[in-house]
């Protein structure tokens, strides 16, 4: 008999809304293969070990586009024509059934991998699913936030918000029965945010929130993942680019195997063979995806609120203008750097705020103590090796969300997402 199932027996208690002890598995208990953080971060869950989902010619879905700034479309240039209204994904279900959507992590798309599966595996379970781009997401800052500055959670949420009863508006032909939410990553940190809106405006009344790995300390996440990109890889300087090392380990794989094959599996097959990068190497890997996201950021920001950063403010950029130098530009700065130079004015402007700490209050879960101690249909599942968090950031999830925390022993960054033990999870407390 497989070892998680008598963990299942206490989900009945794990969501019950109790302030007890969080339900914590030990690592007997969890048969997740990958007990390095930087490779289950990288990799994923295995194939193999992954919860069923319907195959994509099985689901009724699909993409949508709202018009939510048409007077900032018509001043962004021509080359951004992709963004000027904002998409999302819908799945139907055939009636009426629970609708849930999901927040994408930082900088995704709403079609990202990871937003793919949670979609695949809740329309299984018979949810309505809505994919939402992160706010973070070059397409969500120019087509749906109000200050094209991402970052003050509670702004961002308001924009979240806004896009969710737009899209229940245009589909309002859909049969709904109840209001579900979630998130991974930021999107978790977000979601947590538009619940505690909700509660006000009460549009949703959401019946169940799941928080999949959020920060809980946003700039100790935004600071551990930026330290990543600055590993130290040992004869890097001999071997070239850190770039061309992947790409080299890469071919070098592929060569052996004797064919190419992009599937689910890759990663995880490859740093099971020799080719395997080091954790250093990983750790870079991850660092420099963060760093991009970070460029997407602070380039999109800038264009559009005309700050004069990265773009020089008199720059007239059209189709045939390369973007190039400028994203070069918006690489070297990091998310410190974005924070220092774009989120801190727009928030002292907005709230008549002050420090760096201050601000990371009003947009961390700090923010929601009491809310998220109290509301029994939220709840967070996150992994104690997970690289956002930092000194502390446990303790405040066991004793604000009590029995209503899993906490997996592994996993790293929202690499066990797809594991079939934590997708019974998922549903278990969604079921209630």
């Known amino acids: 008999m497989p070892r998680f199932l008598p963990v299942l027996g206490l989900l009945c208690l794990l969501f019950a809304g109790a302030t007890g002890h969080a339900q914590e598995l030990a690592v007997d208990d969890y048969e997740f293969p990958l007990a390095n953080p930087f490779e289950a971060t990288v990799a994923g869950t295995p194939a193999h070990l992954r919860a069923p989902v319907p195959a994509y010619d099985d689901i009724d879905q699909a993409d949508f586009s709202l018009s939510l700034n048409p007077e900032r479309a018509f001043k962004l240039p021509d080359n951004f024509w992709a963004v000027k209204k904002l998409g999302y ?50 397409d969500f800052i120019a087509a749906a936030s109000r200050f094209a500055t991402p970052g003050i959670t509670p702004e961002d949420a308001k ?13 309002r032909d859909l049969p709904v029965t109840d209001y579900y939410l979630t998130g991974y990553s930021l999107g978790a940190l977000e979601a947590a945010f538009v619940s505690h809106l909700d509660e006000t405006r009460k549009s949703f009344d959401f019946k169940r929130v799941l928080l999949i790995n959020p920060p809980v300390n946003l700039y100790t996440s935004i600071s551990n993942l930026d330290l990543l990109v600055q590993a130290n890889i040992q004869g890097l300087e001999a071997e070239g680019s850190f770039y061309e090392l ?44 963060f760093r991009f996201s970070a460029a997407d950021i602070t380039f999109v920001s800038d264009l559009i609120n005309r700050r004069g950063l990265v773009i020089p403010p008199d720059t007239r950029i059209n ?18 750097c974005y924070l220092t130079d774009q989120v801190i004015p727009m928030w002292r402007a907005l709230y008549d705020g002050g420090s760096l ?4 209050q009003q947009v ?61 999870h998922m549903l278990e407390f969604l079921r209630g």
């Open 159 to 171: 924009d979240l918000y806004h896009v969710m009863q737009a899209i229940r508006a245009q589909q």
């Open 364 to 424: 961390s879960l700090y923010a929601l103590e009491d809310y998220l101690r109290q509301s029994p249909k939220i709840a967070v599942m996150h992994n104690a090796d997970d690289l956002i968090l930092g000194p502390g950031d446990l303790g405040f999830l066991r004793r604000t969300f009590g029995e209503r925390l899993l906490l997996y022993p592994l996993g790293g960054h929202c690499g066990n997402l797809g594991y079939h033990v934590n997708a019974r």
């Open 319 to 336: 189709a045939g203008t390369s973007l190039e130098p400028y994203f070069k530009r918006a690489l070297l700065c990091d998310f410190d």
């Open 357 to 360: 700490n201050q601000l990371n």
């Open 246 to 289: 992947v790409m080299e380990r890469l071919t070098r794989y592929f060569h052996d195997r004797g064919y190419i094959n992009l599937d689910d599996a890759l990663l995880y097959d490859f740093q099971q063979s020799s080719h395997a990068l080091t954790d250093e190497q990983l750790a870079m890997l991850i660092g420099a995806s």
């Open 89 to 138: 994904r819908l799945a139907r279900q055939p009636g009426p059934a629970p609708l849930i959507f999901i927040i994408a992590g930082t900088g995704a798309h709403y079609s990202a991998a990871n937003v793919e599966w949670l979609k695949r595996f809740f329309y299984g379970a018979g949810f309505h699913v809505v994919q939402l781009s992160s706010p973070t997401s070059y």
